[in-house]
């Protein structure tokens, strides 16, 4: 059986004699398959090392922050720099060839009994080789973050292996892993999310956009307290397009804000039509973050809460904030001042930091379904709960436990002094003619809630 190293280590053999003309085809063949600037292999090289019938993992090491620490250190040092660490990985890893196959990337073939085996093969080799490099006598910090993809796969969207392992590196740094294998699921189907893209706007005047709504269940007064309303979008050949999809690639494309409008104006429509049915509800909307640096959706917004005396509630998340908080805050006092409550959405999902906490005047903080769910079975996530809900009390806010799905969690934040649960157990989003009939019909208590 050849070994697939076999191919690259021939190729990375000494350097044919330049003068010789005898060796002219030599030096050619040397060029297709090395990288001018550090003499390692390059993507070809790779390539060919993984064609073999014996699947191996692809495995490619980004250096993180590249681009800054290229500016910071030059181009020269930056070859330098890559040199040393792809030797480095060649002798962590059998002497086995090492090539350049991007900027700032670096990749070698590797073989491993399975996929985990691979990667914490190459978290270690990673962890190993981002030992400080010395420039000029000077050590310079890397750390290095890895994708890898087996060969011999067959994958619809990325045929190569080298591209899987690629991408694959933006998805380790994506969850903060050293390592990580390519993730057909978490890629999706990026050609049809394009021409989604382009359909977006189409869709929302063509009426494909509508909203449901999920009750949010008042402890103290025991019925219905609020709603919160939920993008939909009925495709006409995809059907259900999930919220997190459209949402995402609304933000990506700057569609976030026609989105969101239309959204405003559906849900003020439909409080309206709560009130004439006798139901004054409070509506809560997603603001998503970007929209938080946007004066001219703020200018929106205020101007059709004036107009028609809606009882709005943002819901916002902490990277909205922390990204740029100056105009966020900014903006946030303007919705105060025209009498839109906001609320801190998914609290505790992210870091959370009590910076946040005491950046922003909030009037509710939701602390996020995945403390919720292991309720009933998590004492540390009572008491991580029990302790949130008496910081946000503390600090003068409303308490919202969203994915509330049995009558023990029910239970149990009531015990806690939540303000509000929502969960599939009190309602899942529902249509609003849904939500209406709800609401007319026998008045759903704590008791039959449980039920
Ligand atoms: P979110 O704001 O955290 O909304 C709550 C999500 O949790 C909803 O998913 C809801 O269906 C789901 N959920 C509710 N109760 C339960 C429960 O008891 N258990 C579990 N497991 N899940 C529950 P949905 O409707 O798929 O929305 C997903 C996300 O999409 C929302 O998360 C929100 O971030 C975003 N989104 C939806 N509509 C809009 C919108 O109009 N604008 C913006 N910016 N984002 C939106
Ligand atoms: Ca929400
Ligand atoms: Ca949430």
């Known amino acids: 059986m050849r ?39 390059n993507r070809l090289s790779l390539e060919r090392a993984a064609a073999g019938a014996n699947p191996v993992y692809v495995v490619l090491f980004g250096i993180d922050r590249f681009e800054v620490l290229r500016n910071a250190i030059g181009y020269d040092s930056m070859a330098g720099l890559l040199t040393t660490v792809g030797r480095r990985l060649s002798g962590l890893n059998g002497r086995a060839p090492v090539a350049r196959v991007g900027a700032g990337i670096l990749g070698l073939i590797l073989q491993a009994p399975d996929d985990e085996e691979a990667v914490r093969t190459a978290a270690r080799l990673c962890e190993a080789a981002q030992t400080p490099v010395i420039l000029n006598g000077a050590p310079v910090d890397i750390a290095l973050t890895a994708g890898l993809a087996r060969t011999g796969l067959i994958n619809r969207n990325v045929a190569s292996p080298v591209d899987r392992a690629s991408i694959a590196i933006d998805q380790a740094r994506a969850v903060h892993k050293r390592a990580m294998g390519f993730d057909t699921v978490r890629y999706g189907d990026p050609a049809g999310n394009l021409s989604l893209i382009s359909e977006l706007m189409a869709a929302l005047d063509n ?47 700057g569609h976030i804000r026609p989105l969101t409008e239309w959204v405003i104006h559906q849900a003020i429509r439909d409080q309206a039509e709560l009130r004439r049915a006798g139901h004054d509800l409070t509506v809560s909307v997603n603001v998503s973050g970007r929209l938080l640096s946007d004066e001219g959706f703020a200018d929106f917004a205020l101007a059709a809460v004036e107009a028609s005396g809606a009882r709005l509630c943002f819901e916002i998340t902490e990277t909205a904030v922390v990204g740029n908080p100056e105009v966020a805050l900014r ?80 239970a149990l934040l009531r015990g806690m002094g939540c303000d509000m649960a929502q969960g599939y157990l009190i309602g899942r989003p529902v249509s609003f003619e849904a939500l209406l009939e709800r609401l007319t019909g026998p008045a759903r208590t704590a008791s039959t809630v449980a039920a």
């Open 3 to 41: 070994s697939p190293f076999a191919y690259l280590s021939a190729l990375l053999s000494p350097v044919p004699d330049r003068t010789n003309p005898l060796d002219r085809d030599a030096r050619l063949s040397h060029m297709a398959l090395h990288d001018q600037e550090t003499g390692l292999g």
């Open 207 to 253: 009426g494909e956009f509508s909203l449901n709504y999920q009750p949010k269940y008042d402890f103290r007064a025991d019925g219905v307290g609020a709603v919160e309303a939920l993008a939909r979008w009925t495709h006409p050949r995809r059907g259900c397009v999930s919220p997190d999809l459209f949402v995402a690639m609304a933000e990506e494309t």
């Open 331 to 410: 903006l946030l006092d303007r919705f105060a001042e025209a009498g839109i409550s906001v609320s801190l959405d998914d609290y505790g999902s992210g870091l959370s930091s009590l910076t946040y906490l005491k950046q922003i005047r909030a009037d509710e903080l939701k602390i996020d379904k995945s403390f919720i769910l292991g309720l009933d079975d998590s004492a540390r996530d009572a008491l991580l709960v029990k302790s949130t809900i008496d910081l946000a009390h503390g600090l003068g806010m409303k308490v919202t436990a969203e994915g509330v799905e049995t009558p023990t969690a029910l």
